[in-house]
């Protein structure tokens, strides 16, 4: 990795992962469910051959920077659709002749990010990816197509300060979008999420976070007998410690799979995070 001319260009390039510098979840905040950490997981369901870490590949990024809220950002990546990221452990550093590659710009803007702003911050992303491969029908197994593609709006703005300037207690509201229009070999081609945190929420919690979020996933209408899948979530991160965080959490699934004939799922869970 490489900062050029003032640090008005940055370029990298090696085994990295698409979702380290794209397609990535709200600043400060996550999630138990997969949905949007580490990384918009719709996407993932359509290209396989996406990464997300802690999972690598081979690909390289630029990201210019005009002004200080604006930067355009430009990656490709190998993309190999057969590849099990749950099984492929970290040497498997081979290209093989059928995989494809995978390209993805992107357009950020942040919102009072400069030292000295003292309004409300916020990030606004929109772009736009395509992926080379073959995809099969999802409603025959004997066609195939050359290509996939997919356009993506991400967004988190702070809406209320506890505190004074600086302070990172308060109110903040997150979104997301995700569109892929072929609906022959998409699995999700609509994707959106919003929801809201609150760090500071319980007096002298400082440092703990309360969060809510809804996913909603609907589903190709040339895969019979699934519609939509829409999951509830409401967590609250306890920073323990610096370097200790215990995060309880509670999830509803509604038509689990996209499936009205599967009953209703609640999901009670906790996720633990240890900084070293």
């Known amino acids: 990795q490489q900062s050029l001319l003032d640090g008005w260009l940055d370029v990298k390039a090696g085994r990295i992962a698409t979702g380290t510098d794209f397609l990535s979840s709200p600043a400060d905040l996550s999630m138990v469910n997969e949905a949007l950490n580490p990384i918009v997981l719709a996407i993932q369901k359509n290209v396989p051959g996406v990464m997300a870490p802690p999972n690598t590949t081979w690909g390289g990024r630029v990201i210019a920077r005009p002004t ?12 190999d659709p057969a ?26 803007y942040r919102l ?18 395509y992926d080379s491969n073959e995809y099969t029908f999802l409603n025959n197994a004997g ?17 209320y300060r506890d505190g004074g300037a600086g302070s990172a207690r308060g109110l903040s509201l997150f979104g997301a979008l995700i569109y892929a229009p072929e ?12 929801g809201a945190s609150y760090r500071g929420l319980v007096p002298g919690r400082d440092r703990d ?16 007998g699934q ?8 967590t609250y991160a306890i920073a323990v410690t610096r370097w200790l965080t ?27 995070a240890v900084e070293f």
């Open 68 to 79: 200080g809220s604006l930067s355009l950002s430009a990656g490709a990546f190998y993309s």
């Open 83 to 108: 590849l099990n990221q749950l099984t492929a452990n970290g040497t498997e550093f081979g290209i093989s002749g059928s995989a494809g590659y995978f390209v993805i710009g992107e357009a950020a």
């Open 112 to 129: 009072n990010s400069e030292t000295g702003d003292t309004s409300l911050p916020g990030r606004y992303r929109a772009g736009g990816y």
């Open 143 to 159: 066609r195939q197509q050359t290509g996939n593609y997919g356009f993506f709006l991400l967004g988190e703005q702070m809406v």
């Open 183 to 194: 609906q022959r070999i998409n699995t999700l081609p609509w994707f959106a999420s919003a």
């Open 209 to 224: 976070t309360a969060g809510f979020a809804l996913y909603y996933g609907a589903f190709s209408r040339d895969l019979p």
């Open 227 to 234: 519609t939509y899948e829409l999951v509830l979530e409401w």
């Open 246 to 272: 215990v995060q309880p959490d509670l999830q509803y699934v509604i038509n689990p799979g996209g499936r009205s004939s599967v009953g209703n799922a609640l999901v009670v869970g906790a996720q633990l």
